[in-house]
């Protein structure tokens, strides 16, 4: 029996994101013997296994699946299973680690390299969108791989980054390996493929089961594949937020692009950042250097700035800052903007390569 098959007819039973995956591998890591025992009646069944997961396992058999293995390597979809050496390593120690991952592109870029999450609203704000692309461009240019979901909004903005890089980047679906969602990203999924990155799914091909949670399922993925999780912009209520959980719970770094006060875009970045759940991300050398990554690496040409691509705040604080360090008083009078309003101003335009912060918090033009 192609013990691939074993591993299929069990993962279907179990279901995604199983709570058990961990303890039930540990007791069969290989699944032929779960099979014997359960076809021959020899030993109790693992406690741990449902009584929908057991009818199921008891109602089908490793054969079953011959057919979705045929159509996956004819499609050039490949499996992977934890019994092998190309199974990601950094998702063996999650609990609820999936026992198939069907994945298309190149499957080398899922080890051996240093990993980074990027993550945000899917309806960001100018300011997100480049924030979210330059920082991952830097990354990405060090080295790094890029991990994401493909969704629409920052998550595009990372793989988009990665792809002008030219860097392997990995997304993982909360849909089929066989459906692209949104569908306007199926020429950046091309991309990825071709530019040796990984799109990777827990849904096998023509999946038409449970839909209901398996978005904020593929997110402890996300975090678990990458060893800090950058976060770019994100609401308080958001499945953003539920990925930084997921984060903290596998003790990955989160940091986070600070925003607008005003913003409530930024809302859930700057609670993150006011309750110390996760650190600044003003450049990449914040996330390079966590990677234990120089700085020296990340060091692209930089585009010139636009003012365009700012919000009215920092374009008036734009407007007056000088090659000769001002305060924030200075820049509150020239600008006629309240205080609060000219530090969120400053920061983005830092961020986004308007501004350089001198020491005393005075700001210069860049």
Not at 94 to 99: N, T
Not at 100 to 105: C, D, E, K, P, R
Not at 195 to 200: D, L, R, S
Not at 273 to 296: F, Y
């Amino acid at each position: 029996m192609d013990k691939t098959l074993a591993w299929l007819w069990l993962a279907d039973a179990v279901g995604s994101a199983c709570q058990y995956a961990q303890e039930l591998l540990e007791l069969y890591p290989d699944p032929v013997e779960l099979y014997d025992l359960l076809r021959t009646g020899s030993e109790a069944p693992p406690a741990c296994l449902t009584p929908h997961a057991l009818a199921q396992l008891r109602d089908t058999t490793p054969f079953d699946y011959e057919e979705r293995l045929d159509h996956c390597l004819l499609s050039g979809i490949d499996v992977l299973t934890p019994d092998e050496g190309v199974y990601p390593d950094r998702l063996r120690d999650l609990p609820d680690l999936p026992l198939a991952l069907y994945v298309t592109g190149d499957i080398a870029c899922l080890n051996g390299r240093r990993y980074a999450g990027m993550v945000g609203t899917r309806r960001p704000s100018t300011y997100g969108r480049q924030a979210a692309f330059d920082l991952s461009l830097s990354m990405a240019r060090a080295g790094v791989v890029l991990v994401s979901g493909l969704a629409d909004g920052l998550d595009s903005e990372a793989h988009r980054a990665a792809v002008q890089a030219d860097v392997p980047t990995v997304a993982f679906l909360g849909t089929a390996i066989d459906k692209t969602y949104p569908a306007s990203n199926a020429k950046l999924r091309t991309a990825i493929e071709k530019g040796g990155g990984a799109v990777c799914s827990e849904y096998p091909p023509g999946y038409s089961g449970r839909t209901t949670g398996t978005f904020l399922a593929r997110n402890r993925l996300i975090a678990a594949q990458s060893e800090a999780l950058c976060v770019a912009e994100a609401r308080t209520r958001s499945g953003t937020l539920n990925t930084v959980g997921h984060a903290e719970r596998l003790g990955r770094p989160v940091l986070a692009v600070p925003g607008s006060i005003y913003s409530a875009l930024s809302e859930g970045t700057n609670e993150l950042l006011r309750t110390h759940r996760a650190e600044p991300l003003c450049k990449a050398a914040d996330a390079l250097d966590i990677l234990g990554i120089g700085a020296e690496t990340a060091a692209p040409a930089q585009q010139r700035f636009d003012p365009a691509t700012v919000g009215a705040d920092a374009q008036a604080v734009y407007a007056v800052l000088k090659p000769t360090p001002q305060s924030i008083d200075a820049l509150c009078a020239a600008a006629s903007l309240p205080a609060g309003r000219v530090l969120a101003a400053c920061t983005e335009l830092e961020l986004m390569g308007g501004a350089q912060a001198q020491p005393g918090r005075r700001y210069i033009a860049k």
